[in-house]
């Protein structure tokens, strides 16, 4: 998945004769628009990939008094969180601008859009909805971010 969302930032930016913000905003539809039919070609994927999730943090919380992440979750987080701020900084380095927030807040405010719009649709396969909940994160995203 990170290397087709990769290819299609690049190939937008290939043909891009534009910079900064307006820029930005291809770039980052470019990678949702790569993103969002690999998830959809693969839903029960995606349904185990929740309820893994959910199971190991079940198995955790049931044992535990104290406020500790569990490690694998975490890890997976971790490494999901890292795919996501390499996409932005990409993303923002071929667009000519800049986070003027840190990076990882960003990419944790995309992953937990993200984790969210694809369970709905999940639940109601509403493609409309995915398609805006999109839009509105790429613009939500373009006031995070400055012409360099």
Known sequence: MRSAVREAVENADAVLDI??????RVLLHAGF???????????VQQIHAYEKTVQTLCRH????A???????????QRTQQQHVVEWLE???RRSGT??????DSVAGYVITLVQGSVLRWLADCDDEAILVAF??????????????
Do not use: F
């Open 90 to 92: 990409l993303c923002a």
């Open 19 to 24: 910079t900064g913000l307006r820029a930005l």
């Open 33 to 43: 628009s790569a993103y969002w039919p690999l998830v959809k070609a693969r839903p």
């Open 98 to 103: 800049r986070w003027i927030e840190p990076v």
């Open 135 to 148: 839009d509105d994160l790429v613009s939500n995203l373009l006031t995070r971010a400055v012409d360099a």
């Open 61 to 64: 919380w049931d044992s535990r």
């Open 66 to 76: 104290d406020y500790v992440p569990d490690p694998v979750v975490s890890e997976r």
